[in-house]
């Protein structure tokens, strides 16, 4: 059975894109943490992140570099922060979060509100400074 994220990258799911190339996906987390939190999913349905075949593994991480400094750029962050915990869905996937304070929660259960709008809005601001070419 195909993961949400597997549904997601088809098109079958809605969300809010940010880049993808031939073997990763990114977009918004619709339960953020933090305004921009996104996800880096390899296309490859695989469970454990660390069971991603090692050039799977390495290029994952080069994508989700180039995702975190369209983040940096767009909005602004201290940094960006990397969670791979893995447990919520059953596909491997990289956590982005931008960092705005110092003693901001790196929680994934402290969720913040984001409207569909500004959702949108960060997701084209941040579209617009990854390069992924």
Known sequence: MATVFSKIIRGEI???KVAEDER??????VNPIAEGHTLVVPK???DYFFDLPESYLQSTMS????VAKGIDKSL???RTGVIVQGLEVPH???????????SQSMSLSN????????????????AGEVHVG
Do not use: G, W
Request: hydrophobic share 40%; proline share 7%; glycine share 0%.
């Open 92 to 102: 491997a996937h990289v956590h982005l979060v931008p960092l705005y304070t110092h």
């Open 14 to 16: 809605p969300c809010y």
């Open 63 to 66: 994508f989700a570099k180039k």
């Open 111 to 126: 969720t913040v509100d984001v409207s569909k709008e500004r959702m949108t809005e960060i997701a084209n601001s941040i």
């Open 44 to 46: 490859k349905e695989i």
């Open 24 to 29: 990763h996906f990114a977009f918004l987390d």
């Open 76 to 78: 602004k962050p201290l």
